[in-house]
């Protein structure tokens, strides 16, 4: 038991941590799901069966353990359509938050860094974008781009680079004017460099939080698009979709509701606690304070 | 203290307005880039192509994309807002007709959200460094995950069918005609002492307005809890402390004051996200506002009318921002003497 503690005591700060641990669970149970989807759904998720449509679940005593969480209007499996949900939701999540995070913090570094006119510039273009609601923005993106998992990703990316942009800009702000930069500066080190070497990894446990938020945020946009009907083709599976169709017909059944919102929920929620969890291990201010708690 | 909310006022204005001239040209130009042809919606398909063409001019669409933008934003100086190309009425009408109704709903979001918000936060503080504390911080990230669409879903699923006690479409009983005096419901109701109306429409409010404020709540909650913790430290806490003021007392009187500036930041931040939301909240609530309105013309690619309702949207944030700034300084002593 001793040596188990010690083990535990041993590892990296943010693996000690039950929120990371959990969030970091549910988040590789569903990118598993999300890989292996061809293997684990039982059914074709696109096929129809038009004889066998809005089925209950398979313990319901009227279910078909052909169908183990029942039909939807159109007779297609609802579990087969779910853990092909996991690939859009994770592959949004994945694409669009890399994609924003690398143009929101790289624009923070040249603000933050730099200051000045191109500061005044950067933080203006920040406040004229977040005076779009995300929503109303990214539906206009997607009129304008068209459906396709594709312009989904691009459009979550111009709309939420913002996010990482002001809050990053704001640390950057204050890592510049540690003495170790101007010592780095001193030793001849280019402003690339500098930016790279000594003020991106002290940033970098923010960066790390605020993807794995991000990720979450991604996976709602993209549901929240999919059920306006703006998100993908016709012919893929998302759960945005599924919960946009299970709507019609709710009285007859809640099945094909409340399973795709449960899917939605819990994976945003594996990500909100992996970014809470290494928020408290990562960020020092924080762990200071526990420390002085303690 | 009023030339000091004026100057604000002021200071806002020459910002905002340049930054409502780039959003319009931001959303006017994406518009432009739609694969779709709006004028295909109105016209008959056995139309000839001069006819085609004639409508098109009509509308000014055959013009080059700067030349119709310097048209539009002209009209919108003096005071034309152009007509909707589907609904063949003027775009400001059904803007003013819809824009009441999403500005109730979100107000009513707000007050709610605040409540819970509050009432969460104070709890959360009350029983910091217990087990509860991190039970109860847990149990605000699983409710941070349920985005404000899925809350209309579930409420509706529980409180609309499963239970039917409250309605779920619409912004009152189909019995009643509103009185069409401001565009407020509730403003309307209580003009004509029309009580039946009054309660109608709060019933019909009540699901959507919890549905973002569900969602609204939890970052109040955060946030207010964590400022709290933060004052609790400051030297004139232990002062108090020290002349026997009650724990409660130095709560409400003392650490609630500045513990509010924050969370009034966060609110004001993120009224654009609760402001957004009502978009697909009244979409599954078939509530008449601005955002049915949006989908609506999303929908017959009704391109004036969905650059107004954009534009609106923006205004509403930048005014709600504008409110905010100006409840900073009141409430704030530090800034009032600048």
Same mark, same amino acid.
């Given at each position: ?131 779009? %609601?995300? +929503?109303?923005?990214?539906? #206009?993106?997607?009129?304008? $781009?068209?459906? *396709?998992?594709?312009? /989904?990703?691009? !459009? @979550? ?43 991106? %990894?002290? +940033?970098?446990?923010?960066? #790390?939080?605020?993807?794995? $938020?991000?990720? *979450?945020?991604?996976? /709602?946009?993209? !549901? @929240? ?70 | ?338």
């Amino acid at each position: 038991m001793n040596a188990l503690a010690w083990r535990i005591r041993r590892l990296p700060a943010p693996l000690r941590s039950g929120r990371v641990l959990i969030g970091g669970g549910i988040v590789l149970a569903v990118t598993v799901i999300a890989i292996f989807a061809p293997w684990l759904a039982p059914n074709d998720p696109q096929e129809q069966d038009l004889f066998g449509n809005i089925m209950p679940p398979a313990w319901d005593p009227l279910g078909d353990p052909k169908y183990p969480f029942g039909t939807d209007n159109l007779g297609r499996c609802i579990l087969s359509q779910l853990i092909y949900g996991a690939r859009v939701a994770m592959v949004v999540a994945v694409v669009a938050s890399t994609g924003a995070m690398v143009i929101g913090v790289t624009l923070a570094h040249i603000a933050g860094y730099f200051g000045g006119w191109i500061d005044g510039l950067i933080t203006r273009l920040v406040d004229l974008w977040m005076s779009f %609601p995300p +929503v109303v923005l990214s539906l #206009i993106l997607m009129l304008g $781009l068209g459906v *396709g998992v594709s312009n /989904v990703i691009l !459009a @979550i990316i111009l709309v939420d680079w913002t996010r990482f942009c002001r809050v990053v800009r704001s640390d950057v702000l204050v890592v510049r004017q540690r003495d170790y930069i101007s010592a780095a500066q001193l030793l001849g080190f280019g402003h690339f460099r500098t930016l790279r070497r000594e003020v991106l %990894p002290s +940033v970098m446990p923010l960066i #790390i939080t605020l993807m794995a $938020l991000e990720m *979450g945020i991604a996976v /709602v946009v993209e !549901a @929240i698009l999919s059920f306006v009907g703006l998100s993908v083709e016709a012919d893929v599976s998302a759960w945005g979709v599924m919960v946009a169709d299970a709507r019609q017909y709710m009285y007859q059944s809640v099945w094909g509701l409340i399973l795709p919102i449960a899917a939605i929920t819990v994976t945003v929620m594996g990500f909100n606690l992996l970014g809470d969890g290494l928020r408290r291990t990562l960020d020092p201010r924080l762990r200071q304070e526990r420390h002085a708690q303690a | 203290m009023l030339r000091l909310i004026l100057a604000i006022l002021l200071r806002r204005l020459i910002v905002v307005i340049p930054m409502l001239l780039v959003v319009s040209v931001m959303i006017f130009v994406i518009l432009r880039l739609l694969p779709v042809d709006p004028i295909a919606m109105i016209i008959s398909p056995t139309a000839l192509p001069h006819e085609v063409e004639a409508t098109r001019a009509f509308h000014g669409l055959d013009k080059p994309i700067p030349v119709q933008y310097l048209i539009w934003i002209g009209n919108v100086f003096s005071g034309d807002f152009g007509n909707a190309i589907s609904f063949r009425v003027s775009v400001l009408n059904l803007v003013g007709e819809t824009l009441p109704a999403t500005i109730e709903l979100a107000l009513f979001a707000l007050f709610f959200a605040v409540i819970i918000g509050f009432g969460a936060g104070l709890y959360m503080f009350h029983v910091r460094g217990t087990v509860r504390e991190t039970v109860t911080d847990v149990f605000s990230i699983a409710m941070l995950s349920f985005p404000d669409f899925l809350w209309a879903l579930i409420l509706i699923l529980l409180v609309g069918v499963q239970w039917a006690i409250l309605p779920f479409t619409g912004r009152y009983g189909p019995e009643f005609i509103a009185p069409d005096i401001t565009g407020f419901i509730f403003l309307d109701a209580i003009i004509t002492a029309d009580g039946p109306l009054l309660w109608s429409a709060l019933g019909h409010i009540i699901l959507p307005a919890l549905a973002l404020a569900l969602a609204f709540a939890p970052l109040i909650m955060r946030v207010l809890k964590s400022s709290l913790t933060e004052v609790m430290t400051e030297d004139y806490i232990t002062l108090a402390r020290l002349r026997g003021i009650s724990e409660w007392r130095i709560l409400l009187r003392h650490a609630l004051k500045n513990g509010v500036l924050p969370t009034l930041t966060l609110v004001g931040v993120q009224f654009g996200f609760l402001f957004g939301g009502t978009l697909l909240v009244e979409i599954i609530f078939a509530y008449p506002g601005l955002g049915n309105l949006m989908v609506r013309a999303i929908r017959n690619t009704d391109l004036p009318v969905i650059q107004m309702a954009a534009l609106t949207y923006c205004v509403v944030v930048l005014a709600s921002n504008t409110v905010v700034d100006v409840l900073y300084v009141v409430l704030n002593p530090k800034l009032r003497k600048e």
